[in-house]
Nanobody, 123 residues
Framework: VQLQASGGGLVQPGGSLRLSCLAS????????VGWFRQPPGKEREFVAA???????YYGDSMKGRFTISRDYAKNTVDLQMNSLKPEDTAVYYC??????????????????WGQGTLVTVSS
C-alpha cells in the first residue's frame, strides 16, 4: 500500500489545519495507522495513531488539541489539529503497519510511510 499525506500549509498560531492520509489500497482493519512529525533539525516523533482496536493514542503535547480519525470507506486517516503553536512546525508523515497496539508509538514498527506534508505555524 502507498500512502499520500496532504493538507499542510502556513497557519497562524492558534489556528487549525486538517491533514489527510490517503491510501492507494485498502488498509486492513488489523493495521495500525499513525501520524509522526519531524521538526527542523530534530528527530521524527510520534503524534497520534489509531490502533487495531480502534483506540486512539496521542503524544503528550498533542492531547486535547489534535484528533485522529479513520474513514474505512474512503481509505483515509485524518488529523485535525487545533490551537496550533509555533513548536508544531514540522513535516508530518502518515504511516501504517501491523503490530500490537502496545508498540504503536514506536516509529520502527511502521512498514509503510507517506511522503510528508509541511506544516508551518507562524505569524
Amino acid at each position: 500500500v502507498q500512502l499520500q499525506a496532504s493538507g499542510g500549509g502556513l497557519v497562524q498560531p492558534g489556528g487549525s489545519l486538517r491533514l489527510s492520509c490517503l491510501a492507494s489500497g485498502r488498509i486492513s482493519s488489523d493495521y495500525n495507522v499513525g501520524w509522526f512529525r519531524q521538526p527542523p533539525g530534530k528527530e521524527r516523533e510520534f503524534v497520534a495513531a489509531i490502533g487495531r482496536s480502534t483506540i486512539t493514542y496521542y503524544g503528550d503535547s498533542m492531547k486535547g488539541r489534535f484528533t485522529i480519525s479513520r474513514d474505512y470507506a474512503k481509505n483515509t486517516v485524518d488529523l485535525q489539529m487545533n490551537s496550533l503553536k509555533p513548536e508544531d512546525t514540522a513535516v508530518y508523515y502518515c504511516a501504517t503497519g501491523r503490530f500490537p497496539d502496545e508498540w504503536i508509538k514506536l516509529r520502527r514498527m511502521y512498514s509503510a510511510w507517506g511522503q510528508g506534508t509541511l506544516v508551518t505555524v507562524s505569524s
